[in-house]
Structures are given as structure tokens and as C-alpha cells.
């Protein structure tokens, strides 16, 4: 998930394969969501049809969803970013290099989801842990994701008014009002 997070923020080309369509939308949809607060301003198709795969040869990044039935006509794509839904596998071509996170950011962020996505691992170390863990609904275990990805963004941009400096032109306003004696 950082992988494609990572490569989203970059500019890279995510294509989405699976044999589902509901699948291919939840994901292309997920990734965008992750990106909050910034906006994805690129490409994006959950579903692409096949009558318009050229599209991916595009130079542009984008995010698009092919049905699986297509992959193989994906294999050519160079510069793609894949994820492979149905496998679970994200395959990134040699020529693709995705600047990922900055160390302390991409391992909190990692340990953060980790505790999300498998609550057990927090108590596994314990002598004796407690004797249930209050599953999480899903929706509550989105909230948390999301509350991860947005900790993540306040931290990455963080001191950003530092960087902001106004220059004048002139140190002093050109408009003068003289009152009136």
C-alpha cells in the first residue's frame, strides 16, 4: 500500500488488475481517498474498457483499473507501476524508480498500519495477554487508516510556512495618504 501511496504522490503510472470489477473501483478509489487532503489531478479510470487500452501507452500518470482478462496486453507497459489485486503482488519495472517516504515517517507509518490491520500483534509479546480483543468494525478500522495517512501528511508537511517568505518589492508602501490639516 506505502508503495502505490508513494508512487501516486510521485506521479507514477498505477494500473490496477483483477477479475473484479468492484475490486478495481474499491482500490482506485482507496488510493485516491489516502491522498487526502491533496487531490489527485491526473488520470483516472477505475474501470478502463477494452476498446481504449492504447491509453495506457499515454506519458501522462494516471491511476487505472483493466480487468485481469487484459493482462497480458499489459505486459509491454514499461513504465507502469502494476498491482495485481487477485495476487496480491505490486510489480515495479527496473526503468521505475519511486521515491519512497523518509525513513522515520515510512517506518512509524508502517508500524501504525500494521496495528491497525492486525490489532493481535500488540498483545502477542505479552506474558499473559488479555483473554479477547475487541475486534474493530470495518468502518471504525477505515477511520483509523485514514487517521494514519493524515498523521502522515501533518508530519511530511509540517513548517511549511517556514518555506513561505514574502518579498517586497518596495520596503515601504508606494501609496501614501497625507491627512488632511
Not at 507501476?81 to 510489480?91: F, Q, R
Not at 501504525?112 to 505479552?126: I, N
Request: glycine residues 2%; charged residues 20%.
Amino acid at each position: 500500500v506505502l508503495c502505490l501511496f508513494c508512487a501516486a504522490l510521485t506521479e507514477h503510472k498505477i494500473l490496477f488488475l483483477s477479475s473484479s470489477y468492484q475490486r478495481l473501483t474499491d482500490a482506485c478509489r482507496a488510493l485516491l481517498a489516502l491522498m487526502f487532503p491533496l487531490k489527485y489531478s491526473f488520470t483516472y479510470v477505475p474501470i478502463l474498457p477494452a476498446q481504449l487500452l492504447e491509453v495506457l501507452s499515454t506519458p501522462t500518470p494516471f491511476i487505472i483499473g483493466v480487468h485481469s482478462i487484459f493482462q497480458s496486453e499489459t505486459q509491454e507497459l514499461l513504465d507502469v507501476v502494476i498491482a495485481d489485486l487477485d495476487g496480491g503482488t505490486v510489480n515495479v519495472p527496473e526503468c521505475v524508480h519511486i521515491s519512497l517516504l523518509p525513513e522515520p515517517l515510512l517506518q512509524q507509518t508502517r508500524e501504525a498500519l500494521s496495528m491497525v490491520l492486525d490489532p493481535e500483534l500488540e498483545v502477542a509479546d505479552l506474558a499473559f495477554p488479555p483473554s479477547t480483543i475487541s475486534a474493530a468494525s470495518l468502518k471504525m478500522q477505515d477511520k483509523e487508516i485514514r487517521a494514519v495517512f493524515l498523521r502522515l501528511f501533518a508530519q511530511l508537511l509540517q513548517g511549511y510556512r517556514w518555506c513561505l517568505h514574502i518579498i517586497r518589492i518596495h520596503p515601504e508602501p508606494v501609496i501614501r495618504f497625507h491627512k488632511v490639516r
